[in-house]
T-cell receptor, first 113, second 112 residues
Framework: SAVISQKPSRDICQRGTSLTIQCQVD?????MFWYRQQPGQSLTLIAT?????????ESGFVIDKFPISRPNLTFSTLTVSNMSPEDSSIYLC??????????FGPGTRLTVT | GENVEQHPSTLSVQEGDSAVIKCTYS??????FPWYKQELGKRPQLIID?????GEKKDQRIAVTLNKTAKHFSLHITETQPEDSAVYFC???????????FGQGTRLTINP
């Protein structure tokens, strides 16, 4: 598996502001992903964070709203920009190890007021 | 399109009984099917997975079966215990984009 940490673990933010979430893994990984999980819901993929190139976004998610950085093989950030209450959710990073296995970070609980 | 359907959405069983959760997927090229367990306030944890070259895999009290022809796979938990209470998610990998798509989740409650 992998040891994955996220910062912050939770935050309460004002609408219109931005929050950057960090994801750190204890070993180099090729694939890192960012998901959103709204209360009581399943996991929705936001984007795949590619090292050395732009992230690949899923339908309904755009770079201006969710810019992603992947400066190296152990670290990625997701920014939630110009937040509104609808962005209140849990944001999780995951990493792919071995052949397709994905392991999740502990998540960041975001509340936008 | 890319879709994974999971049933039931909630399941309640008596302690010691078995629980079965079923998923269907849309991409016949999918070849990897993991199951995750998520306890309240915790991260999803990978508990078992199966690849398309096998029909069944067991790990102690949990097992997963795969029917490629019908494009469905199931999680079986035997001799359920209170600590099995959680939300379970199935997923399938969509080869075109190398990404996991998750089912809607099943809230499993084990009644003592």
């Amino acid at each position: 598996s992998a040891v994955i940490s996220q910062k912050p673990s939770r935050d309460i933010c004002q609408r219109g502001t931005s929050l950057t979430i960090q994801c750190q893994v204890d070993s180099q990984v090729t694939m890192m992903f960012w998901y959103r999980q709204q209360p009581g819901q399943s996991l929705t993929l936001i984007a795949t964070a590619n090292q050395g190139s732009e992230a690949t976004y899923e339908s309904g998610f755009v770079i201006d709203k969710f810019p992603i950085s992947r400066p190296n093989l152990t670290f990625s950030t997701l920014t939630v920009s110009n937040m509104s209450p609808e962005d209140s959710s849990i944001y999780l990073c995951s990493v792919q190890k071995g052949s397709n296995e994905q392991y999740f970070g502990p998540g960041t609980r975001l509340t936008v007021t | 399109g890319e879709n994974v359907e999971q049933h039931p959405s909630t399941l309640s069983v008596q302690e010691g009984d078995s629980a079965v959760i079923k998923c269907t997927y849309s991409d016949s090229a999918s070849n990897y099917f993991p199951w995750y367990k998520q306890e309240l306030g915790k991260r999803p944890q990978l508990i078992i997975d199966i690849r398309s070259n096998v029909g069944e895999k067991k790990d102690q009290r949990i097992a997963v079966t795969l029917n490629k022809t019908a494009k469905h796979f199931s999680l079986h938990i035997t001799e359920t215990q209170p600590e099995d209470s959680a939300v379970y998610f199935c997923a399938a990998i969509f080869q075109g984009a190398q990404k996991l798509v998750f089912g809607q989740g099943t809230r499993l409650t084990i009644n003592p």
